[in-house]
Structures are given as structure tokens and as C-alpha cells.
């Protein structure tokens, strides 16, 4: 039987992928700035539907309220959701309560992965209590991945 060579590549933090978290609440029909009054985080991002950014050619298509990392370097996803989840942790009640108010809004946890070495691959892990979080709030997780080498 042949075996399949072992490449060991020499670590380079340098080369771990990016990661970036975000917590979004979406819909046409929220009320963005009752959800950051409600919410009192600071630095959200606000966008609202129909909105013009310099940065966008074409208009926002819906209503959105984010809270978000930077992009780090991190090969472990689980150590950045959890970063997200330490300032929304004492928040349920309200994100709850937010939720009962608007009947087509979507909450969102965002992860983005910019992996930019081929030898080195996310370890997209969740704990018991990221997930219990994210099914107490209603809320769904969205994984986008992109592979930036040849």
C-alpha cells in the first residue's frame, strides 16, 4: 500500500488566517435606532435601507443595526465569537425583547475567514455555550469563507 507524503511546514503566524466577527441585526422594516437605544453598545453600525455610502455604488437594500471585531489573525474561530459574545452575554433579555418587535427581523452572527495560506486552515469549533447563546436570541450562523492564494 502506498502511503500519501506528510508535508510539515515551518509555522508562520504571519500566515494564519483572518478572522472577523460580526453581530447584525436585518430587516426593511426595523427601526434601527430604537435597536442602538435599546441596546446602548458603542461603535454599532448603523445602515438603513435606500441609504448612499461613498464606499457603495448602489444604495443599502435593507435596514441594519452591527457590532463587529477587526480582522485578526487567529486560527481559532471559537476565540473570537466568544468575543463578540462577552459584551451581548447580559443582552438576551433585550435582544429578545427586540426580536417580538419586529416580525421580519433576522439576527445574524457573522463570521468571515480570509484564509490566505494554504497550510494553514481555520478550526471552526463552537462551545456548548456559544450555541445555547445563539438559539436563546433566535439568531442564525453565517460562515463565509474565502481562499486568498493560488
Sequence with gaps: METMPCVIVDYDEK?????????????????????NELLQIPNAEILKKGELLKERKNPVITNSWKISTEFVRNPYVREEVEKIILILKDKVNIINKIYELFDDINIVLEIVIEVTHKDYQPAIIFSRNTLKFISDIHASIDVDMYFMFE
Design 15 to 35: 500566515n494564519e488566517p483572518l478572522v472577523k466577527i460580526e453581530f447584525l441585526l436585518i430587516g426593511d422594516n426595523i427601526d434601527v435606532e430604537l435597536i
